[in-house]
């Protein structure tokens, strides 16, 4: 029957009625230990009164529980010839007197790791002990009992594994479709809605690159435990993989407020703080939610949904939840297809580079162009960078795309300057993913070794927000870039909230004030003010101060009584070929 991995039950069953059929007048038993490690559940008694085994089931181990709660606390066998005088049955002989058991003789039943599963016993109608002949009856089955466990105990360990997350005890992919199935013929049977919520963790991936794995995966376990306790018993949460998590919200009323509620409650709980060796963690997550019927019969379908609502969420800005709507599979089709144009661009050479002049307000010179990516597409024509830069950098396509961007612009440079025109400066945009990666320093080396330009005329704008995520690794690498000779300049000043103590720090040659403050500056006296201060604070740091986005005589009139040096904008000219600057730059030279 072991071999045959017949219910266990049913092998214990059939164990003592072998052991009973050879001897006159003895009951076998087996309790199994539970999980819990503390108390005794019913395994097998065919012979023993079902009031009595009903009595003991669940009993506690401990030093002195009757025979078997004995046996198993001491892991040595106890025989009780007598349980009517034995102090061991002391506070269960009113238990068992009913019954007219006397003699009990118990074997607790171990692993071949020596761990205890559970106790077998033999119970007799008469006080006395086991004969040599019961005694090696009693270790023979008691061999037996442990292996038929022991196989179970393995079995159920394999079928756990093959439906849970190893790391988390939650239930993996596998079991998901399964209970998702049985919340929805539920649902279907009684007018109900089943609720499917797709959680991710924000920026998980930070804390593994900064903190290790070892602290990501105690996050983990942490959130998981906190998702579980604010869910009933009868929903289930489920870790896909990675830092993405299922929940299954069963029998749910059909009411988007209460759920909405739940979802709350969910979300509040994961942003409790999480103390990971001396750090001290707020984890936030973007969840999406579906609701069946209304946006999904299937399974496959509701958790496509679900997902599609949780990308909607980290649109939003993250550490939110968004409800699913049908318009969000159009986009997420939309942006699949944008994904794969992307990866082609490059290889197809579909990108080009415009330049919009910098004008010198106190000369009218142009001393410098900015440098403006823009996609030639074979279909949709010219796109602008605000269509496609946030899936650029969503994918860490960013990256090439600004090698590329670097290389062309240093290359321009030089060739305009080995065509005889006024020597300029290539301003080039750098995105946080590119600034982040390791081997930023070497692609400006490349770029300015491979174009031969002085890096005297090239200048990285990066954003006042992206410095101010890491303050330190920021100023490191700017200093890096300024002992090559590149000029750095902060782009959208005023728009990331730095501070002036980090703003000295800070190896910087201009401040670029952004455009929203420049729009309405000539009958706007917020924005008037925002100027003035920034061209102030620029001229006390000693540091050139461009305004971008100007477009009319009044903005220029503003500037220049507030003695900004620089101006960039439609009121000189908008980007252009590289055709064009050559142009501008040789009119220049020609007065």
């Not at 086991?130 to 022991?150: K, N, S, Y």
């Not at 939610?289 to 999904?296: E, L, M, R, S, V």
């Amino acid at each position: 029957m072991i071999a045959m991995s017949a219910l266990l039950e049913d092998v214990l069953d059939r164990l003592m009625r072998l052991v009973e059929s050879q001897l006159t007048g003895i009951f076998g038993s087996v309790l199994l230990l539970d999980k819990d490690g503390s108390h005794l559940r019913h395994g097998g008694a065919p012979s023993l009164a079902k009031d009595y085994t009903t009595a003991v089931d669940g009993i506690a181990i401990g030093p002195k529980v009757g025979s078997c709660g004995t046996a198993v606390y001491r892991r040595e066998p106890v025989i009780v010839s007598d349980i009517m005088q034995d102090p061991l049955w002391e506070d269960y002989r009113h238990v068992v007197a009913p019954f007219g058991y006397r003699s009990c003789w118990s074997t607790p039943i171990l692993s071949h790791q020596d761990a205890v599963l559970g106790v077998f016993a033999m119970y007799s109608m008469t006080v006395r002990e086991p004969t040599e002949a019961e005694t090696q009856l009693i270790d023979f089955t008691t061999r037996i009992a442990g292996i038929a466990i022991e196989r179970k105990l393995a079995e159920d360990q394999i079928h756990f594994m093959a439906n849970h997350d190893v790391l988390t005890g939650l239930p993996n992919r596998a079991l998901l479709e399964d209970r998702l199935s049985q919340a929805l013929l539920y649902a279907q049977r009684y007018e109900r809605w089943v609720t499917v919520v797709f959680i991710d963790l924000d920026n998980f991936k930070l804390v593994n690159d900064t903190l290790g794995h070892n602290a990501g995966d105690v996050l983990l376990k942490t959130v998981a435990n906190r998702m579980v306790e604010c869910v009933r018993s009868t929903d289930t949460v489920v870790r896909l993989g990675g830092d993405e998590f299922v929940i299954v919200l069963f029998d749910q009323p059909t009411d988007v407020d209460l759920i909405s509620e739940t979802l709350q409650k969910i979300r509040s709980a994961i942003a409790e703080p999480v103390h990971l060796g001396r750090h001290r963690l707020r984890a936030t997550a973007s969840i999406g939610i579906a609701n069946y019927p209304k946006d999904g019969t299937g399974p496959d379908q509701l958790l496509a949904n679900a997902d599609a609502a949780m990308y909607r969420a980290k649109e939003f800005g993250r550490d939110n939840f968004q409800f699913y709507a049908p318009e969000f599979n159009t986009r997420a089709h939309e942006k699949f297809v944008l994904q794969e144009e992307l990866r082609n661009a490059l290889a197809r050479s579909e990108f080009i580079l415009l330049y919009q002049p910098q004008v010198d307000l106190r000369s009218g010179d142009v001393f410098a162009v900015e440098a403006l990516l823009r996609w030639k597409h074979p279909t949709r024509g010219m796109v602008a960078p605000n269509a496609f830069i946030p899936t650029a950098e969503e994918t860490g396509l960013i990256v090439p795309i600004g090698d590329w961007v670097l290389h062309e612009a240093c290359r321009q440079n030089k060739a305009w300057q080995d065509a005889g025109l006024p020597p300029l400066t290539v301003c080039v945009n750098v995105s946080a993913r590119q600034f982040r990666e390791p081997n930023l320093i070497g692609r400006v080396v490349n770029a300015l070794k491979d174009s031969g330009l002085e890096a005297r005329h090239l200048e990285l704008e990066v954003t006042e927000s992206l410095i101010m995520q890491d303050v330190e690794l920021a100023v490191a690498t700017m200093n890096a870039l300024q002992g090559l000779g590149v000029q750095i300049s902060i782009d959208d000043f005023g728009t990331g909230y730095s501070s002036l103590s980090a703003l000295k720090t800070f190896p910087v040659a201009r401040l670029k004030i952004d455009k929203s403050f420049i729009r309405d500056l000539a009958a706007d006296e917020s924005d008037q003010a925002v100027a003035s201060a920034v061209i102030s604070l620029g001229q006390n740091l000693h540091l050139r101060v461009i305004a971008e986005g100007v477009e009319t005589d009044d903005q220029v009139a503003f500037l220049r009584r507030n003695n900004c040096d620089e101006m960039q904008g439609y009121h000189f000219s908008k980007p252009v070929s590289a055709l064009g600057i050559a142009k501008l730059l040789g009119g220049e030279r020609g007065g």
